[in-house]
């Protein structure tokens, strides 16, 4: 789903970013984490800390949490003829078959044959797909689940601007985390905590959760110039009925209702209808939000710092405006805020404070 506005270009979504304020690992305590409050029409509210987020909330406020669970997806090994591969695990196709990244991509041709981990898990690619992906068979023990081995042998799919190594993968893991699928994090959510979250729940925020697997089109750069010639990769998406009847009835009574990360984002957007009533179901979605778009469910968003001209970055400029989004974006690096996956939050609302 594309909403058409022919004349931007991603050109204009650029600013510049010294790479020492790329995070490079994530804070010891996921809520010390610097928060920018923005109002999405005023712009620039004011700096604050995660974990004094109850201040910019509200009684009543909705947020809607990603659930995913990121999977150790990158495989060391080697092909059976000699030779180091990494395979990087995209999307299940079926029990033991998933389409994947592979290198080195121009020796790794149908029918070649790899193995990882002395042998208890081997692959052999069926065909080749699009965009450099690869569609692979794995088999491994039978005593054993793909799940099981993939813990004992997968590392983190960390994003390609991280480049020192994660110490503990539950890091690259939101605390709420449970539907196992994703290849990167949500990482909006990577600052909250169990007790952060008990606060809120106190003051009475209502928590709502759903289910988007993020795909590494998340990382893939915007390679035409007009937006609108873009597409977005397909992601998978769950929206349960208790979830949906939890936000229609908050927005019925006139309460917010707050995205925990773009990704919930997209989900609760592409499953809003006309009349803003949130519909339940399961399916993909390629929905691309860029300036032009009609919000017709999200009152809020809570976000990370976003790279120059990636489809992130033009969701939040839809959300608020680029103007704002760019003065926000100089003022964090001014103030030296900490950047990407690993790095520091924003809240897109309106502020009445």
């Not at 009684?59 to 990087?88: M, W, Y």
């Not at 289910?211 to 998978?236: A, C, D, Q, Y």
């Amino acid at each position: 789903m594309i909403i058409k506005n022919e004349d931007l270009l991603v050109s204009h979504f650029d600013y510049i970013l010294p790479e020492n304020l790329i995070a490079q690992s994530p804070l010891q305590k996921r809520s010390d984490s610097r928060l920018m409050i923005i109002d999405r029409q005023t712009g620039l509210k004011a700096h604050d800390v995660f974990y004094h987020l109850d201040h910019w909330l509200k009684p009543g406020d909705v947020l809607v949490v990603n659930n995913t669970r990121v999977i150790p997806a990158r495989l060391l090994g080697r092909k059976s003829s000699g030779g180091q591969v990494e395979c990087l695990l995209l999307e299940r196709v079926d029990a033991n078959m998933w389409k994947a990244l592979v290198r080195p991509g121009r020796r790794l041709l149908i029918g070649a044959e790899m193995v990882f981990g002395d042998d208890l898990l081997q692959g052999v690619i069926l065909d080749r797909l699009d965009d450099g992906e690869r569609l692979i068979r794995f088999t491994w023990p039978e005593s054993m689940t793909f799940e099981a081995v993939l813990d004992q042998l997968g590392e983190m799919p960390l994003p390609p601007y991280i480049h020192l190594p994660l110490s503990d993968k539950n890091r690259y893991q939101t605390v709420y985390a449970k539907e196992s699928g994703s290849a990167a994090a949500p990482t909006a959510g990577l600052h909250f905590t169990p007790e952060l979250m008990d606060k809120l729940e106190r003051m009475g925020v209502e928590w709502v959760s759903l289910t988007l697997h993020v795909g590494l089109g998340t990382f893939r750069p915007v390679k035409s110039e007009k937006i609108s010639e873009h597409k977005m990769h397909s992601e998978f998406y769950q929206l349960s009925e208790q979830a949906t009847a939890k936000i229609n009835i908050a927005k019925a009574e006139g309460r917010r209702v707050i995205a925990v990360g773009t990704t919930s984002c997209r989900v609760l957007e592409s499953q809003t209808n006309e009349r803003g009533l949130v519909q339940s179901g399961s399916g993909w979605t390629d929905i691309f939000i860029y300036p032009g778009y009609d919000f017709k469910c999200i009152d809020g968003l809570i976000t990370n710092f976003h790279l120059p001209k990636s489809t992130l970055l033009m969701l939040i400029s839809a959300f608020s405006s680029w103007e704002i989004v760019k003065d926000a974006y100089l003022k964090a690096v001014e103030e030296e805020y900490r950047f990407f996956s690993f790095g520091d939050a924003t809240f897109f609302a309106l502020h009445d404070r």
